[in-house]
T-cell receptor, first 111, second 113 residues
Framework: GENVEQHPSTLSVQEGDSAVIKCTYS??????FPWYKQELGKGPQLIID???NVGEKKDQRIAVTLNKTAKHFSLHITETQPEDSAVYFC??????????WGAGTKLIIKP | SQTIHQWPATLVQPVGSPLSLECTVE??????LYWYRQAAGRGLQLLFY??????ISSEVPQNLSASRPQDRQFILSSKKLLLSDSGFYLC????????????FGNGTRLTVT
């Protein structure tokens, strides 16, 4: 069935460095790829999304890249700050109102 | 603007007791509604989704059920809770249009004792 693999499961980076989280999807019909940030005890919040007609999208320190040929997409966070510490989830959708989720990445920002 | 309300925030229930979690969305009409469960330190498991009043799709067989009595109200229920029902329950909504973002509530932490 449809599957999204997310790596790494835990990522520890020094404050100020960049962080990259990668996801691979199996369904070639997927055309929408959101990223969510979940802080402890809260619901996930959408931080950025990309559609299949775009290769890259940026929003300040956050960017997402999509490689449709290889069926993978990545979240890039530059100049990491303590408040970036959270669990990040990727997802993929083929437009049928359902998202297929990655397993999540715990991002730890070391001071 | 749209908001989603989910309550209660925390709940401790004994095994065998009933459950009712409620979720409402404001500021939009005919949203798609979702219930997810998240075990501690784990990913998001879709339990139910609804594309309209009275239309419920179940993703995982279990002793939980969902109902949508009104356009912007989604209820998760159980007649008899099991220990394995403990977890973080999240309600979410999405516009009924192509590739719209999913918006989550702040969740209910359920502990079954």
């Amino acid at each position: 069935g449809e599957n999204v693999e997310q790596h790494p499961s835990t990522l520890s980076v020094q404050e100020g460095d960049s962080a990259v989280i990668k996801c691979t999807y199996s369904d070639s019909a997927s055309n929408y790829f959101p990223w969510y940030k979940q802080e402890l005890g809260k619901g996930p919040q959408l931080i950025i999304d990309i559609r299949s007609n775009v290769g890259e999208k940026k929003d300040q320190r956050i960017a997402v890249t999509l490689n449709k040929t290889a069926k993978h997409f990545s979240l890039h966070i530059t100049e990491t700050q303590p408040e970036d510490s959270a669990v990040y989830f990727c997802a993929a959708s083929r437009g049928n109102y359902q998202l297929i989720w990655g397993a999540g990445t715990k991002l730890i920002i070391k001071p | 603007s749209q908001t989603i309300h989910q309550w209660p925030a925390t709940l401790v229930q004994p095994v065998g007791s009933p459950l009712s979690l409620e979720c409402t969305v404001e500021g939009t009409s005919n949203p798609n509604l979702y219930w997810y469960r998240q075990a501690a330190g784990r990913g998001l498991q879709l339990l139910f989704y609804s594309v309209g009043i009275g239309q419920i799709s179940s993703e995982v067989p279990q002793n939980l059920s969902a109902s949508r009595p009104q356009d912007r109200q989604f209820i998760l229920s159980s007649k008899k809770l099991l220990l394995s029902d403990s977890g973080f329950y999240l309600c979410a909504w999405m516009r009924g249009s192509y590739n719209s973002p999913l918006h989550f509530g702040n969740g209910t932490r359920l502990t079954v004792t």
